[in-house]
């Protein structure tokens, strides 16, 4: 994957990871947890769309399809109880993890220590996000765990694939 199309998926990662949040705290209120973690994101987004702006990198096309998934996503998975939604972020945030990985892998050789930076500390926080959605929540007993991580799992990794190149 070329640097172009990193700064893409992540915008694109970033961008919908906010609208699960918002989804999220539509359901669930202020909740405190939920709240930083949206705030997390929409500094890794921020960060992003400046590297979108600043490098002329076109931005994903499906950016309607990631407003109305996301949110819809951080919704439903609300609507089910606060263990569901933390099921959510931990079955997004595990993907993330790998993903983040394998562009550190890349951009170790790329001479882009600006990207490399950025990615770096968004894994950092994406994992804390995970660790702490599965300390916090009990998410062991979300309804439907495996399978609902499951599918979520997939809808990212889809996601991720797709926003590289559209």
Known sequence: MNNNEMIRVNHAGEYGATRIYAGQLFVLGNDPTIKHMAEQEQTHLDAFQRMIIERRVRPSVLQPVWYVGGFVMGALTAAMGRNVAHACTAAVETVIDTHYKEQMEELTFSGDAELNDLVT???KEECEHRDVAH????????????????????????????????
């Open 121 to 123: 500390k968004c894994h």
């Open 135 to 166: 300390a916090e929540a009990g998410i062991d007993l979300a309804v439907a765990y495996p399978i609902l991580t499951s599918v979520i799992k997939r809808i990212t990794k889809t996601a991720i694939e797709i926003a590289k190149k559209i």
